[in-house]
């Protein structure tokens, strides 16, 4: 009973620290493709034609249906139509089965973006976004140009800031390649 007290402590110690992002603004961002789910719906996500269309937020969150990813969830849901103004696309990532997923993206995400399963923590690992000694995402947002580079990372377990920052960072960079002259 100990050793399994231990752990949780160890657990929650482990959630409550900071996450860092650890790709680097300027980067590239690596392509992935996804099963993933929109309004309940079998969706098949793939980053590069995401891109097509404008930046891309990708953000990792732990596990749905928990109290800081429902809130994340909802919080991205009501900026959706801010993002779809700017021309942007969000999908969130974690490694929960697409079947659990189909229930989080109707009711959580109310079907606005895209839910990919990670099943096997590849997108994760590709993205430095595993939390250490578990197999759970950290959260971890981070936005990518149509080029397929890094713009803006951050990472914290409060899930309050990411749609916010997330928002601003794509409204900054149109804004700069509003006035950047066409070659």
């Given at each position: 009973?100990?050793?399994?007290?231990?752990?949780?402590?160890?657990?929650?110690?482990?959630?409550?620290?900071?996450?860092?992002?650890?790709l680097?603004?300027?980067?590239?961002?690596?392509?992935?493709?996804?099963?993933?789910?929109?309004?309940?719906?079998?969706?098949?996500?793939?980053?590069?034609?995401?891109?097509?269309?404008?930046?891309?937020?990708?953000?990792?969150?732990?596990?749905?249906?928990?109290?800081?990813?429902?809130?994340?969830?909802?919080?991205?849901?009501?900026?959706?139509?801010q993002?779809k103004?700017?021309?942007?696309?969000?999908?969130?990532?974690?490694?929960?089965e697409?079947?659990?997923?189909?229930?989080?993206?109707?009711?959580?995400?109310?079907?606005?973006?895209?839910?990919?399963?990670?099943?096997?923590?590849?997108?994760?690992?590709?993205?430095?976004?595993?939390?250490?000694?578990?197999?759970?995402?950290?959260?971890?947002?981070?936005?990518?140009?149509?080029?397929?580079?890094?713009?803006?990372?951050?990472?914290?377990?409060?899930?309050s800031?990411?749609?916010?920052?997330?928002?601003?960072?794509?409204?900054?960079?149109?804004?700069?390649?509003?006035?950047?002259?066409?070659?």
């Amino acid at each position: 009973m100990r050793i399994i007290k231990r752990l949780w402590i160890v657990m929650a110690l482990v959630l409550a620290l900071p996450a860092w992002a650890a790709l680097q603004v300027g980067a590239s961002a690596p392509d992935f493709s996804a099963p993933a789910s929109l309004a309940g719906k079998d969706y098949a996500f793939s980053l590069a034609e995401a891109l097509k269309q404008g930046p891309v937020v990708v953000y990792f969150y732990p596990k749905a249906f928990t109290k800081g990813c429902t809130v994340e969830a909802h919080l991205f849901a009501e900026a959706m139509d801010q993002y779809k103004a700017l021309g942007a696309t969000v999908i969130g990532v974690s490694n929960d089965e697409i079947d659990t997923l189909h229930k989080f993206s109707l009711t959580e995400c109310g079907g606005k973006f895209p839910v990919a399963a990670d099943s096997d923590g590849k997108i994760m690992k590709a993205y430095d976004a595993k939390l250490p000694l578990v197999n759970y995402a950290s959260r971890i947002s981070y936005v990518v140009t149509p080029d397929g580079k890094i713009l803006y990372a951050y990472s914290a377990m409060d899930p309050s800031q990411h749609v916010g920052n997330t928002l601003n960072a794509i409204k900054q960079w149109k804004a700069q390649n509003a006035a950047a002259p066409a070659p």
